[in-house]
């Protein structure tokens, strides 16, 4: 009887770890979706982007329906009084009519 009891516990604590470790998953996800880092490069820029972030003296970084946009000038290096968000980022060329071309990833 004892063995029955303690395999009882074992699948009660294991399915409301399981419940946890799904709910959990599915929050970080719907949080990440909700507010992702939008990159805005120049049309044809190839290289590294440098993003200094927490400078005093520089523009906070704008938003757009909650998506924090990280408009990269054409020398590739951005410095913003605002702090770094980590989340879902999306990666687009911008062209001189602020028409977008999505790179094709996403992180």
């Known amino acids: 009887m004892m063995f029955f ?3 009882i516990w074992w699948i009660i ?6 419940v946890f470790l799904f709910a959990g998953n599915n929050y970080l996800k719907d949080k ?3 507010h992702p880092n939008i990159f805005l490069i120049p049309n044809g820029y190839v290289g590294w982007i440098e993003i200094h972030y927490g400078l005093n003296g520089y523009p906070p970084l704008p938003t757009e329906e909650e998506a924090i946009i990280l ?3 054409e020398s590739g290096v951005l410095k913003t ?3 770094p968000s980590y989340t879902l980022e999306k ?3 911008v062209d001189k009519n602020d028409n977008r071309i ?3 990833f996403e992180f």
């Open 5 to 7: 009891r303690k395999k």
């Open 13 to 18: 604590l294991s399915t409301i770890i399981v």
């Open 32 to 34: 990440y979706k909700k």
């Open 71 to 73: 408009r990269i000038p």
């Open 81 to 83: 009084s605002s702090e």
């Open 91 to 93: 990666f687009y060329y």
């Open 102 to 104: 999505e790179l094709g």
